[in-house]
């Protein structure tokens, strides 16, 4: 596509692209509104810097693109706005948000289109997040892999993720968390486009095989999704927000700066059941 309001840089071939010539904190007009999302189709994540938004206007951008999704295990949210999760960690933490490869609440029958993550607060180095293309690990599967998997489904449970996640925190469990059944192959509802839709975090296992057959075919979906060729790593600087969509990328964020601070906001938006 070719950009008349904003320019846009793609930082892999695959993947990743950082944006710029826009303030997020203001009103966009409808062709700068198009062109951040045909960057955001084009690229699966973008990356805009030296933005400086309240909660109000990053809840107000995120509604651009969709109706807000409020997490069903949110540990912390902002007062006053249960629509932003915040994503923090410091010399106290046990863990961190997203430490393994995963698709934001994929557990969900209809789970998130896309995430706005605005980060804040840094520490002095580290703290990365890899975003990686599940259309690139799609097309990288040999025919036969691919025969295979069409037409396959695969269980994504929330239960094992979030029971007893935040008990050190005070937060008390809910009575259940979602689960859902999702094609292992999803089609993107506006590319048309295969990606693999199975990871590490939520999916348990795939229905219909043995046990052991499906934990030996996801385990080798796991290890190939997360190849570095299909990969783009953001370096965060203080204000700078990622926006991905969660329909063909996974993401990581890396927790190698203990026991320094890291902390932002994230705004999610609701998605389709996929197919």
Same mark, same amino acid.
């Given at each position: 596509m070719t950009y008349a309001s904003i320019q846009v840089e793609k930082l892999t071939p695959y993947t990743g692209a950082e944006v710029r010539g826009v303030d997020l904190s203001q009103p966009l007009? $409808?062709?700068? &509104?198009?062109?951040?999302?045909?960057?955001?189709?084009?690229?699966?994540?973008? &990356? &805009?810097?030296?933005?400086?938004?309240?909660p109000d206007q990053q809840k107000a951008f995120g509604r651009l693109f969709g109706e807000l999704h409020i997490?069903?295990?949110?540990?912390?949210?902002?007062?006053?706005?249960? $629509?932003?999760?915040?994503?923090?960690a410091d010399e106290n933490s046990r863990h961190v948000a997203g430490e393994n490869w995963h698709?934001?609440?994929?557990? =969900?029958?209809?789970?998130?289109?896309? @995430?706005?993550?605005?980060?804040? $607060?840094?520490?002095?180095?580290?703290? =990365?997040?890899? &975003?990686? @293309?599940?259309?690139a690990a799609y097309e990288?599967?040999?025919?036969?892999?691919k025969t295979y998997l069409d037409g396959l489904t695969a269980i994504h449970d929330? $239960?094992?993720?979030?029971?007893?996640?935040?008990?050190?925190?005070?937060?008390?469990?809910?009575?259940a968390?979602?689960?859902?059944?999702?094609?292992v192959i999803r089609t993107h509802p506006v590319t048309g486009k295969k990606a693999l839709y199975v990871n590490r975090g939520f999916t348990t296992h795939i229905v219909g095989v043995p046990r052991d057959e499906s934990d030996a075919v996801l385990r080798y979906l796991y290890d190939h999704t997360e190849n570095p060729l299909f990969q783009c790593r953001f370096r965060w600087s203080e204000n700078a927000i990622a926006f991905?969509?969660?329909?063909?990328?996974?993401h990581h964020a890396m927790w190698d700066y203990w026991p320094h601070t890291r902390s932002g906001n994230r705004v999610t938006v609701k998605g389709d059941r996929p197919v």
């Open positions: 007009d $409808e062709q700068t &509104f198009k062109e951040i999302h045909a960057a955001l189709i084009d690229n699966g994540v973008i &990356f &805009f810097r030296d933005q400086h938004l309240t997490h069903p295990a949110a540990p912390s949210l902002l007062e006053g706005h249960p $629509e932003i999760l915040v994503i923090h698709s934001d609440v994929s557990c =969900d029958p209809e789970p998130p289109m896309g @995430s706005i993550l605005y980060m804040q $607060e840094l520490p002095p180095v580290g703290g =990365d997040t890899l &975003f990686a @293309s599940m259309y990288a599967l040999s025919d036969r892999m929330g $239960e094992p993720v979030y029971r007893g996640l935040y008990a050190n925190l005070g937060v008390a469990d809910k009575p968390y979602p689960r859902a059944e999702h094609p991905w969509d969660n329909r063909c990328v996974q």
